[in-house]
């Protein structure tokens, strides 16, 4: 069984960073394609990051260009999510997915970020 | 970006009924569409891909048709574990990913 587990979120200023994680187990990690994706009650679902099989090929909305940054350990099975400067209009639920049929065929169940003062 | 319109926002429906959820892209994605559903607290479920491909483990009463820019989500007999929010979403190799703003199906 497909499992995508995200930690990492919380409430951070305006400014700080956070780095979520994604702990993926039930397939072969190194063989997919990985997005973050996140949802906001105002902005509904957004796509945020892409990485390839091997990490070297990796896609941003433009919002977050420059600020987030995605990686990933195959050995480990595991996906990050590096997210600095964060500003209000960042808060979100942020989900881990996996890319299947070349779109989101498997998602975590969330870790909530919150930026505020 | 490709712009995803749905429609209805809201649709309100019976057990039993059939319904259907109108997706448009803003530009061609040929059959590159895909629908998701949605409960409140849990993460967003893949039902159909390619427009009109089940995913294995859902009900034969969902379908979808349509490409090009036109595409529809129908439940038919919908049943008590349907009520939730519906998402089309388009992946358009060549355009980011974008969503459209949700269906939510309730009980009449």
């Known amino acids: 069984e497909v499992q995508l587990v995200e930690s990492g979120g919380g409430l951070v200023q305006p400014g700080g960073s956070l780095r979520l994680s994604c702990a993926a187990s039930g397939f072969t990690f190194s063989n997919h394609w990985m997005i973050w994706v996140r949802q906001a009650p105002e902005r509904g679902l957004e796509w945020v990051a892409t990485s390839n099989q091997d990490g070297r090929e990796r896609f941003y909305m433009d919002s977050v260009k420059g600020r987030f940054s995605i990686s990933r350990d195959n050995a480990k099975n595991a996906l990050w999510l590096q997210m600095n400067s964060l500003r209000a209009e960042d808060t979100a639920v942020y989900y881990c997915v996996r890319v299947g049929h070349l779109t989101a065929d498997s998602w975590g169940q969330g870790t909530l970020v919150t930026v505020s003062s | 970006d490709i712009q995803v319109t749905q429609s209805p926002s809201t649709l309100s429906a019976s057990v039993g009924d059939s319904v259907t959820i109108t997706c448009r892209t803003s530009q061609s994605v040929s059959s590159w569409l895909a629908w998701f559903q949605q409960k409140p607290g849990k993460a967003p479920k893949l039902l159909i891909y390619l427009a009109s491909n089940l995913e294995s483990g859902v009900p034969s009463r969902f379908s979808g048709s349509g490409s090009g820019t036109e595409f529809t989500l129908t439940i038919s007999s919908l049943q008590p574990d349907d009520f939730a929010t519906y998402y089309c979403?388009?992946?358009?190799?060549?355009?980011?990913?974008?969503f459209g703003q949700g269906t939510k199906v309730e009980i009449k």
């Open positions: 979403q388009q992946y358009n190799a060549y355009s980011p990913w974008t």
